[in-house]
């Protein structure tokens, strides 16, 4: 079976946690092919600071997972079973800083999804977690188009409502690495039924959070909670996009029974128990993102 997780911090907790959520131990699963999205995270500061060279940092630390017997992966294609496959993505728009040319390279790199902003406002665009009603930047916009023309998804988890409208009418639909739903817990780093509805009729693709602030308004979660959110999805027609968006190692609290990377099995023993079908937990697991990625890949943007 296919399982891919698209949201995890992992490079950005390597120097801090001495116990991290995903490892190529946890990853490994006989018979069983894994792929686990990696961040590059601009961090609180945006690229100031004491984190102005973040992203080499993190670039340094999946160099040291590659060193480690990890494998980068550009396409899904290139999943092997019983291998660590690692695909790098972009958490907030200030990698690219305001050079155009930058996200080329970043493609270069094997970059498959970005998101335009993180919790900062930015060059680029308003976070969700603001009250700010405005749409995307202009430099916003133009490198959204880049990042199409380019490849690289375009990641609507931490974006305000108005500009994740403004991206839904690009030519590839964007998607949300590591989203829930709002009518199960109210928090602006959720998607709203009109949302959803909306990626649904575009065929995106949405990653359930594992973070339990996101899952339930008393911040407690277990594998059911999880599922619940991946119930509502598919409720308002969203079998084909739901899947897997962790957050690991960017969380501090846990589902109970879901603390770190080598219990996914589990949530899937909990779906077959709850009456999910097969097909739609092979689905959930990895296909609905493979799908995704492969409208990614065909269309010309």
Known sequence: MLICDTHADTLYAMPYKKQLDVTKKRL??????????????VGGQGLTGDEADLIDRELAAFRQLLDEGWRQIRTL?????????????????EAFGSDLSSV???AEMGVRIAAPVWNNENLLAHPAVRSSTE??????????AEMQKHKIALDISHLNERGAEELMDSPVPPMASHSCARALCDHPRNLTDAQLKRLILLRSFVGVNFYPVFLHPSGKADIDTVIDHICHICYLGGEGIVGLGSDFDGIEHYPKGLR????????FERMEQRGFSAALIQAVAGENFARYMRLIDETEC
């Open 28 to 41: 490994l699963l006989p018979g069983h092919t894994r792929v686990q999205a990696l961040a590059l995270f």
């Open 135 to 144: 749409g995307l930047k202009p430099l916003g916009r133009e490198m959204a």
């Open 260 to 267: 770190h990377a080598g219990r996914i099995p589990a949530l």
């Open 77 to 93: 294609d290139d999943a092997l079973p019983d291998e660590a496959n690692a695909l790098l993505t972009i958490e907030g728009g």
């Open 104 to 106: 080329a390279a970043f």
